[in-house]
């Protein structure tokens, strides 16, 4: 029994958060401190197989999905909550008797001053609400004053808000979904597995005069095609204003280069599409037949030994890097300038209209306000435990007349008691 | 303006340089005139430095926060703002001989930053970005302060005891107080910086959290200042303990600052 009252004692200790809180450093320091989400092979390179080796075993390549830092975490929680909860009834107890004389009267506080003559303004000089007459135990006259009791809340309320804050975070990480959906001005593409699709109605890039971009924004418009959950809409989406839609929140994420794709079969057109850089096209007419867009170039220069690159984003000379499949075989893969074209068997394809597509970010996440909640209360927390300073001064009258001043300021410390003497010498 | 601030730049600069001088010389012949002189030069180049920031506003047509220029040079005004609080409110100059020289290295790193006004990516056009680096000025300065406060902390005990040590620098008890309040000061709006920042992320890039290095250390740094609150409460661990911590603490902020973009790539390596 005494062992397991050590146990909580000490899981609930502020010991344990010190030494927590400090694995928690070092472990961040040291992740940040390793390129994350890399292979061993990467790692072995760069460090030695040895070292790539720890670092798997360690899992320090995802060190802040790993089991050991959401561990430290978790404890780290349990920690505050015991501490927050074993605390509260004493906390409660604590704020109502700070509030009242009696307990204060007993005491000679941090500091006290003799013969005063005008208690009152002492009060009134140390900031102090009106004090309200009371008596000492002995029966003399006395004179009670407390202030700012919530400061004695701060670091309740700053625990409760990192509480809150892990928890969002934490909640967040399990349960969002995330998707990106990226296409040209016409297209309209469905939303990952939900039912929800996404039309890019137009989508701009605005420049400045020094031709450096100021703003992208897409115009989109959501559908959702299940008979449950909220209805679309449109919205604008650029870069700093995302927009909410079907209950989804969309973010302008990125841009890259698409082109027209135009494949003929023995010289009749059949088939044409807009495809996004990474992105491929399937030949309808003839099944297991991809045609891949790869990568575009707007100023295309080959330098021997590095690869292919662009010189500019200016479209002076546009190659089309492109691969072929047939039944996942590659067949061909080339880079390809303007009206040159591709011939494999009967089809020929041709690249042409080289076009900006617009990458925008799809997530849902119902605890980013939990989150957000736990920060602010953390930050209340902080106020109320840094800059609300409870304070406690009391006179009680001496047989002469005077009266004998104290005064007791737990956060204050000197500087309280420093301000406690010039009242008292002010007069 | 940018070339009037060229100017305003060098002359706070030499304010900073002659306050320093003069904080020092303070310490050397003990008399009160000098330290007068000294905080006077440093208020006037704090100044000039404010009017230097606001024609870089005007003249960049935006908040000057967002390069490693304009970020070091408001963080040696941050600091500066914060040690003049201190200096003038517990009548500490002595203080200013410490501070002094940790402005000026910062307002150094800053002359030889770039100076050129670019134009701003989109990801950097926001509201949020102002509260999140001015917040964050505030931070580091009142933490160069503490800093700077420890050191004295640290260093008081080495020194001999003298009449002009006690009347101008405070006890032990009211140094470690006085640190305290700037940690505190510092904390809160690291905190804010935190906040801020998130929200941003969120808005810019749709993750408030991404665990980028420079997110990564200025939480180390939030929970060193934790970490130092939570010792101050300890019986024993008042003082040279603390101080030490809020040493350690100040190294954080600076490799968060400078380490950060130098040794480790993010989405923060911009600014
Ligand atoms: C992880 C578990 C933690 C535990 C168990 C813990 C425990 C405690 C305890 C027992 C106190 C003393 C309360 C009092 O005197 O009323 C305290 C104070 C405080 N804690 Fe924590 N703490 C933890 C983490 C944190 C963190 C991460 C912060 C972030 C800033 C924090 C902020 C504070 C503040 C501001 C105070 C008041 C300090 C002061 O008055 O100077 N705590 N904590």
Request: charged share 15%.
């Amino acid at each position: 029994m005494t062992m397991l009252k050590k146990f909580w004692k000490f899981i609930s200790s502020m010991r344990f958060a010190i030494a927590l809180l400090l694995i928690l450093a070092l472990a961040c320091a040291a992740a940040s401190l390793i390129p994350q989400n890399q292979t061993y092979e990467w790692y072995s390179q760069r460090y030695s197989e040895r070292t790539a080796a720890l670092i798997m075993a360690l899992r320090l390549d995802d060190a802040f999905h790993s089991a050991w830092f959401i561990a430290i975490t978790a404890f780290l929680c349990v920690n505050l909550l015991l501490c927050n909860l074993l605390r509260l009834p004493q906390l409660i107890r604590r704020t109502r008797a700070e509030s009242r004389p009696e307990g204060a009267l007993k005491l000679s506080g941090d500091i006290s001053a003799p013969d005063v003559d005008d208690p009152e303004a002492a009060f009134a000089r140390l900031r102090m609400p009106r004090p309200a007459p009371c008596k000492a135990e002995d029966g003399r006259d006395a004179l009670f004053a407390a202030r700012h009791t919530a400061g004695l809340w701060g670091a309740w309320v700053c625990h409760l808000g990192i509480l809150l804050l892990i928890l969002g975070f934490g909640l967040g990480q399990m349960t969002q979904k995330q998707y990106a959906v990226h296409g040209v001005p016409g297209q309209i593409r469905r939303i990952g597995d939900t039912a929800c699709f996404l039309s890019i109605d137009d989508f701009r890039i605005d420049t400045r005069e020094d031709g450096s971009v100021a703003q992208y924004t897409t115009d989109i418009t959501v559908e959702n095609t299940a008979s449950v959950g909220p209805a679309g809409g449109s919205a604008s989406v650029s870069v700093n204003h995302p927009a909410v839609l079907c209950g989804m929140k969309f973010y302008q994420n990125a841009t890259g280069w698409a082109a027209r794709v135009d494949v003929y079969k023995d010289g009749a057109p059949i088939q044409q599409e807009v495809v996004c850089a990474g992105d491929y096209l399937s030949v309808k007419d003839r099944e297991g037949l991809v045609v891949m867009l790869n990568a575009f170039y707007p100023d295309y220069v080959m330098t021997p030994g590095v690869g292919p690159s662009t010189a500019s984003d200016q479209l002076n000379n546009p190659a089309y890097l492109y691969s072929i499949y047939y039944q996942g075989q590659m067949v061909g893969m080339n880079a390809l300038m303007a009206d040159e074209k591709v011939t494999i068997d009967q089809y020929t394809v041709t690249f042409s209209d080289p076009q900006t597509y617009t990458l925008i970010q799809v997530k849902v996440d119902r605890f980013t306000p939990l989150a957000l909640a736990g920060g602010l209360v953390t930050l209340l927390g902080l106020l109320l435990a840094l800059y609300v300073q409870p304070a406690r001064v009391w006179a009680i009258r001496q047989d002469d007349g005077r009266w004998t001043l104290y005064g007791q300021s737990r956060k204050g410390g000197a500087l309280f008691r420093e301000r406690f003497e010039k009242a008292i010498k002010e007069k | 303006m940018l070339a009037i601030e060229n100017t305003l730049f060098t002359i706070v600069m030499l304010a900073y340089f002659a306050a320093m001088i003069l904080y020092f010389a303070f310490i050397a012949v003990k008399k009160e005139a000098v330290a007068r002189v000294a905080v006077a030069l440093q208020i006037a180049g704090f100044a000039l430095h404010t009017a230097a920031l606001v024609c870089r506003g005007i003249g960049a047509g935006r908040l000057p926060l967002t390069n490693q220029y304009e970020f070091a040079t408001s963080f040696a005004w941050g600091l500066c703002l914060v040690s003049l609080i201190f200096i003038i409110r517990y009548k500490f100059p002595v203080l200013g001989a410490f501070a002094a020289p940790v402005i000026f290295l910062i307002i150094g790193y800053a002359a030889m930053q770039s100076k050129d006004v670019k134009a701003l990516m989109p990801s950097l056009r926001s509201n949020w970005l102002g509260f999140h680096v001015s917040t964050a000025i505030i931070a580091y300065g009142a933490f160069g302060v503490s800093f700077v406060l420890s050191v004295i902390f640290l260093l008081r005990d080495r020194m001999k005891a003298s009449g002009f040590l006690d009347q101008h620098i405070p006890n032990r008890e009211k140094l470690d107080m006085l640190s305290y309040r700037s940690v505190s000061l510092g904390l809160l709006f690291l905190t804010f910086t935190i906040i801020t920042g998130a929200i941003w992320a969120e808005r810019a890039w749709g993750s408030y959290w991404s665990w980028d290095p420079k997110e990564t250390w200025s939480l180390v740094t939030w929970i060193i200042y934790a970490v130092y609150l939570h010792l101050r409460l300890r019986r024993g661990w008042r003082g040279r303990s603390a101080a030490i911590f809020a040493v350690v603490g100040f190294i954080c902020v600076l490799f968060t600052y400078l380490g950060v973009n130098t040794w480790l790539p993010g989405v923060h390596s911009y600014a």
